[in-house]
């Protein structure tokens, strides 16, 4: 497929709804990354986007023109947890290998920041060695392995938990 070499990473807005909803399901659907084998429905997409944009939340997406080919997103925890965030990202498999992953994590993690979150973490299938070195370089730590904690495709998954202490940069 033939593609910019330019992208874009902009906070995602409520129009960019649909494409982030495609990309999600393309991502889902390329194998073991997400927690499901598709996107869950578009309405649910629309509330999670508009509960991050109405509450200032660290959600970019990566626009090839008007196409979303990749997202991150923070959601802060509840409560005691408040000062981490879990994060949610992925590229569509059209795009793997143009360095989104990073810039898209770039943008996400330094809102992250402006808006108070301490930490940031993460789970990974822990055979996604490509995903855990970009993670790695960029500063997470292995804080852990949640055994058999995903079933997909009638087997059991083990979960890398990582994490991003951004105060101790």
């Known amino acids: ?3 910019s070499t330019s992208f874009d990473i902009l906070p995602i807005k409520i129009e960019h709804v649909e494409g982030f909803h495609a990309c999600v399901d393309a991502v889902a659907r390329a194998g ?3 927690a499901s084998r598709e996107a869950l ?21 990566a626009l090839d023109g ?8 923070i959601s802060p925890k509840p409560r005691a947890f408040s000062h981490c965030g879990g994060l949610g990202m992925g590229v569509h498999p059209d795009y793997w290998g143009h360095k989104l992953g990073w810039r898209l994590l770039q943008a996400t993690v330094q809102k992250a920041k402006h808006i108070g979150l301490k930490k940031v973490e993460l ?17 997470f730590v292995v804080e ?4 058999r904690s995903i079933y997909l495709d009638d087997a059991y ?11 101790e940069e």
């Not at 789970?123 to 996604?128: H, I, P, Q």
């Open 66 to 73: 008007d196409r979303v080919i990749g997202w991150c997103d």
């Open 144 to 147: 852990g392995i949640r055994r």
């Open 41 to 61: 429905p578009l309405k649910s997409a629309i509330e999670f986007v508009q509960h991050n944009i109405d509450n200032n939340l660290p959600q970019f997406v």
């Open 32 to 34: 073991r990354f997400l």
């Open 1 to 3: 497929m033939e593609h």
């Open 123 to 139: 789970e990974v299938y822990t055979d996604n060695s490509r995903a855990i070195a970009m993670y790695a370089k960029f500063g």
């Open 157 to 167: 998954h083990d979960l890398l938990c990582m994490g991003l202490w951004m105060d």
